[in-house]
């Protein structure tokens, strides 16, 4: 496994390893995603140009449009627009960006909605997985019996988190597994629900930073998957869906 802080460098170009390793994960989801997607007579490629197009927009955001809140600084300094990283506010906005953009040539193209929830899960749950896999979360610490120490001369231990993520996404990948040839709505809807309250309970255990309205944002991302499974359930028995 990888520590977070851990730097990948090729002569003067440093990266983050914890990057390298988010994209080698979604990059698997997609191409496993893109596999389904087949064998529904998707177009070959097409759910990969929209995640991949999707990202783009974000990381092109991300990195350029703290510009917008920070025109002073760039009248000041021209040359901060290319050694600035970007900022969370420049990161959410290029989530809703490519969000729109996304839900545009989703109804332009006229796929159908189960269709794009489901390579949706897809592809999160393998990346998420992937990194969890490689990358160490130290929670809070814990006197617990499967607790791990930060190294070897520390007195402290840790809850595990990337670890218990990993065995909630395995479990969940599995049961997708075994349900891939009839992935009915239903099944679909409970996915998205237990996947998401899932995480939600085990990031109790992880240390909590950033607060946005009481919750992080991580503990927003897996409410809002767990959200999306409620909503479709209720819609299902209205009989809307």
């Known amino acids: ?37 087949r064998t529904k007579r998707w177009e070959k490629e097409k759910w990969s140009d929209f995640v991949f197009t999707s990202v783009l927009i974000v990381l092109v955001i991300y990195k350029f449009g703290w510009i917008m809140f920070d025109l002073k600084r760039v009248i000041q300094n021209p040359q901060a627009i290319i050694w600035t990283s970007g900022t969370n506010a420049s990161f ?23 269709d794009i929830l489901q390579f949706l899960w897809l592809t999160f749950t393998i990346t998420l997985f992937f990194y969890s896999f490689l990358v160490k979360d130290y929670g809070k610490a814990t006197n617990f019996f499967l607790s ?44 998205y629900i237990g996947l998401g309250f899932g995480l939600l309970i085990i990031s109790i255990f992880d240390v909590s930073m950033n607060l946005v309205f009481g919750l992080t944002l991580e503990q927003w991302r897996n409410f809002i998957l767990a959200c999306i499974g409620i909503i479709g359930m209720l819609k299902k028995k209205e009989g809307i869906s």
């Open 92 to 114: 959410w906005l290029g989530i809703l960006v490519a969000g729109f953009y996304f839900f545009l040539k989703v109804r332009k193209e006229r796929f159908s909605w189960i």
């Open 1 to 37: 496994m990888f520590e977070e802080s851990q730097i990948f460098q090729i002569g003067p170009i440093q990266l983050p390893i914890q990057w390298i390793i988010l994209f080698i994960g979604l990059f698997i989801g997609t191409l496993v995603s893109e596999q389904v997607a």
């Open 148 to 191: 791990i120490q930060a190294d070897d001369q520390s007195r402290i231990h840790y809850h595990p988190v990337n670890i218990y993520r990993s065995l909630w996404l395995g479990f969940f990948l599995l049961l997708f597994y075994f349900w891939r040839k009839e992935i009915t709505y239903t099944r679909l809807m409970f996915l």
